[in-house]
T-cell receptor
Framework: QKEVEQNSGPLSVPEGAIASLNCTYS??????FFWYRQYSGKSPELIMS????GDKEDGRFTAQLNKASQYVSLLIRDSQPSDSATYLC?????????FGTGTRLLVSP | GAGVSQSPSNKVTEKGKDVELRCDPI?????LYWYRQSLGQGLEFLIY????????KSGLPSDRFSAERTGGSVSTLTIQRTQQEDSAVYLC????????????FGPGTRLTVL
């Protein structure tokens, strides 16, 4: 079993819709979780971090964490074509991040 | 201020040759990380430096891979006797105090082994 798993997609949503990206992790002791956005040919950019169970909102982005289910998600409201990218879920191990393979999101105008 | 920089941006080499990839972290950042991203894959951790020492080398795929960091700043990742499966984008990240959540990534070096 991979340490961090994501559906590779692509996830296609129309402009204005809510995009829901999901991630599961295997280390029950993990405490810190992150979502990175990576445009094609570019390096990853941190967009959200979450440490406690529940929801964390930042603008159009909401991260959700359920440690009991070992599940973290990212919701993007009012999706825009500029949100089209690969979204990488990462879980902090001891002083390093473990990344999932990413979910490709396509937002159509 | 300047971000993390990496050089070269692209490197094409022949199988069996050695290559050196360079990373200049953000000034003052004590922690430095190397990752590898193969086509369509996530990021694979290679090695982590705190200062000039590497407490975690667990991700280096073989003894052909080595890395060093000098002066608590610049790091070099060396791949000896390159193989075609080494083709990937090599990403470097730095963080102020080794906190995994504040990693800032460089633009990467795209390595192609023919």
């Amino acid at each position: 079993q991979k340490e961090v798993e994501q559906n590779s997609g692509p996830l296609s949503v129309p402009e204005g819709a809510i995009a829901s990206l999901n991630c599961t992790y295997s280390d029950r002791g993990s405490q810190s979780f992150f979502w990175y956005r990576q445009y094609s040919g570019k390096s990853p950019e941190l967009i959200m971090s979450i440490y406690s169970n529940g929801d964390k909102e930042d603008g159009r982005f909401t991260a959700q964490l359920n440690k009991a289910s070992q599940y973290v998600s990212l919701l993007i409201r009012d999706s825009q074509p500029s949100d089209s990218a690969t979204y990488l879920c990462a879980v902090a191990g001891f002083q390093k991040l473990v990344f999932g393979t990413g979910t490709r999101l396509l937002v159509s105008p | 201020g300047a971000g993390v920089s990496q050089s070269p941006s692209n490197k094409v080499t022949e199988k069996g040759k050695d290559v050196e990839l360079r990373c200049d972290p953000i000034s003052g950042h004590t922690a430095l990380y190397w990752y590898r991203q193969s086509l369509g894959q996530g990021l694979e951790f290679l090695i982590y430096f705190q200062g000039n020492s590497a407490p975690d080398k667990s991700g280096l795929p073989s003894d052909r891979f080595s890395a060093e960091r000098t002066g608590g700043s610049v790091s070099t990742l060396t791949i000896q006797r390159t193989q075609q499966e080494d083709s990937a984008v090599y990403l470097c990240a730095s963080s102020p105090q080794g906190r995994a959540d504040t990693q800032y990534f460089g633009p990467g070096t795209r390595l192609t082994v023919l």
